[in-house]
């Protein structure tokens, strides 16, 4: 297991920015997903090991944005023109393969997650 710390989580108003942190303790693949109460657990966005290619659930597109700083082994998720159906927990996982992939069960390790609350 990969011990994860997540950070940036928060309160916004709607049409405003976070930006989450993940630091893993090791380079690796890297996936967001999040989970609203009541709901199953979502597919955000994912980037591979190199940083050259990264996805993201259509939901998602084009007002988040993931990217990694391999100097520093941490991974972001920024999150702009957030509405009150972002609001969720949101969590970082890796795994060990270098292809980003959307599927959970690819993943081995997962942070403890963040809060994300967007009033409207």
């Known amino acids: 297991q990969v011990q994860l710390v997540e950070s940036g989580g928060g309160w916004v108003q709607a049409g405003g920015s976070l930006r989450l942190s993940c630091a893993p303790s090791g380079r690796y693949a890297m996936g967001w997903f999040r989970q609203a109460a009541g709901k199953e657990r979502e597919f955000v966005a994912a980037?591979?090991?190199?940083?050259?290619?990264?996805y993201y659930a259509d939901s998602m597109k084009g007002r988040f944005t993931i990217s990694r700083d391999n100097a520093k082994n941490t991974v972001y998720l920024q999150m702009n023109s957030l509405k009150p159906e972002d609001t969720a927990v949101y969590y970082c996982?890796?795994?060990?393969?270098?292809?980003?992939?959307?599927?959970?069960?690819?993943?081995?390790?997962w942070g403890q997650g963040t809060q994300v609350t967007v009033s409207s």
């Open positions: 996982a890796v795994r060990t393969e270098q292809a980003a992939t959307s599927n959970p069960a690819d993943f081995g390790s």
């Open positions: 980037i591979s090991w190199s940083g050259s290619s990264s």
